[in-house]
């Protein structure tokens, strides 16, 4: 449920089953599904429906982490790459 207390109010998609979408933002976080960007695959995908944000830790791979919310879940996920445009928030402690 961390995801649905982080999102937005506004700004999500709702799945296929009318549930999922936008969050309460209890925290003021205001997470909105800006996508990615990958030189990869040449553009900008799942605007709307994903929100992806680097943290400031890398893997012992040297990796880059980065948490993302889905549209459909209300969960956080984590998650590794080397490349790639996500979001960034400052957060102070």
Same mark, same amino acid.
């Given at each position: 449920?961390?995801g ?10 709702k799945?296929?089953n ?12 205001? *997470?909105?599904p800006g996508? &990615?960007?990958?030189h990869?695959? @040449?553009?900008?995908g +799942?605007? /709307?429906?994903w ?9 012992e791979?040297g990796?880059?982490?980065?948490? *993302?919310?889905?549209?459909? &879940?209300d969960?956080?996920?984590? @998650?590794?790459?080397y +490349?790639? /445009?996500l ?7």
């Amino acid at each position: 449920m961390a995801g649905k207390k982080l999102k937005s109010t506004i700004g999500w998609i709702k799945n296929g089953n009318d549930t999922g979408g936008n969050g309460t933002d209890e925290y003021g976080f205001l *997470a909105l599904p800006g996508g &990615f960007y990958s030189h990869r695959a @040449g553009g900008y995908g +799942s605007v /709307g429906r994903w929100g992806y944000w680097w943290t400031a830790t890398k893997d012992e791979l040297g990796w880059g982490v980065y948490r *993302a919310m889905s549209f459909i &879940f209300d969960d956080v996920y984590e @998650g590794r790459d080397y +490349s790639g /445009g996500l979001s960034v928030r400052c957060v102070k402690e």
